[in-house]
């Protein structure tokens, strides 16, 4: 196991800040990693709003097993998943996820469109405001992306993720039991499979001395999985901590490759940064970031995008067949990948 990857650490928000400065610092970051540290002030998303959130989380967690179950998750995306439901590296993996997720789709007035536990209810509009404001978020972000790869026009990305049209986006809440609550647990399992993500962009919201997340450091053949610290050096006196955004494959595919969709998994046995444990239960929060469903997988305007394309034989570019789907027909295809029983079809 190696030591803990550097993955920079910028303030999208700052007062004052040179956005185009931001925005290059942002491209590079994706570049190299695939992954950047937000860090969080609070100017986009309180910290009393994501502590809010791991409060809910909890409490949906411990609901009675019955009312989850009646919230199952469907083919839409939408619902609790159970412990082994979810398959995220069907190719290697003996069964499936060690965990427990809630995938929440949209709020209408404050309210879920979707059935939810009886423990939730009461909390809707918050749930709704903290999505609301995740979204919110990546537009920013995405913007910032359009202005660093010089799209033409700059809000390419962020037109794409209209909030009013439907898309694949989700707010998720996860939880991982400790290992000693899962003693079947091989050697060889993971709490949850090595995976890219399939949108546009992910916020991941972490809780200080939670270890587990790693990402798989270039290149993927050497096979060198490195823990991701939830406080990096230089944010410990942060009210929180910084939100870990990393590029889905969508956006890998719109820049063909430029920007890097990492794989990345959450181990049992990772060797965290000090101060940081993976004995203990695990919540995460992820906002997975989706363009509207008829959104086509076609080439970003931009010349710098094309440049690479330019480098990449026609026939041998692993994007070409996803820029024939919309957005809607890619996460079809990867969610049948990942929820075996559920579709019936995935291939081990």
Request: with cysteine; proline share 8%; net charge negative.
């Amino acid at each position: 196991m190696a030591g803990t990857i550097t993955i920079p650490i910028i303030d999208i928000s700052a007062d004052g800040s040179d956005q185009t400065q931001v925005a290059k610092e942002l491209v590079d970051a994706a570049v190299e990693y695939g992954f950047v540290y937000v860090r969080n002030a609070g100017r986009d998303i309180s910290a009393e709003q994501i502590e809010n959130a791991f409060d809910l989380s909890r409490t949906l967690f411990t609901s009675p097993l019955e009312d989850k179950q009646r919230c199952n998750i469907e083919k839409n995306n939408q619902g609790w998943s159970g412990m082994h439901t979810e398959t995220l590296d069907p190719k290697t993996q003996r069964v499936g996820d060690f965990k427990e997720g809630f995938n929440f789709g949209t709020f209408k007035d404050g309210k879920a469109t979707q059935p939810i536990p009886h423990s939730i209810e009461p909390h809707q509009a918050q749930l709704a405001a903290f999505r609301e404001s995740c979204h919110a978020l990546c537009q920013k972000l995405l913007l910032l992306f359009g202005i660093g790869l010089q799209v033409d026009p700059p809000n390419f990305f962020a037109a794409a993720h209209d909030p009013s049209q439907p898309s694949g986006s989700i707010l998720r809440l996860l939880y991982y039991p400790p290992p000693s609550a899962t003693p079947a647990a091989d050697p060889s399992d993971v709490r949850a499979g090595a995976h890219s993500d399939y949108g546009s962009v992910t916020l991941l919201f972490r809780l200080r001395g939670q270890a587990g997340l790693e990402i798989l450091e270039k290149p993927a053949g050497a096979g060198t999985w490195v823990p991701v610290p939830v406080t990096p050096p230089g944010t410990e006196g942060d009210e929180s901590p910084p939100i870990l955004v990393n590029i889905g494959d969508l956006l890998s595919y719109w820049t063909n490759g430029l920007l890097r969709s990492t794989v990345h998994r959450v181990s049992f046995a990772s060797t965290p940064t000090p101060g940081e444990s993976t004995r203990d239960p695990r919540y995460s929060i992820a906002y997975f970031c989706h363009p509207a469903d008829a959104t086509p997988l076609t080439p970003v305007p931009s010349a710098r995008v094309a440049a690479v394309a330019a480098e990449v034989d026609g026939n041998g570019s692993a994007t070409a067949e996803y820029k024939k789907l919309t957005a809607a027909e890619h996460l079809r295809m990867r969610l049948s990948e990942t929820y075996l029983q559920m579709y019936g079809e995935g291939k081990k």
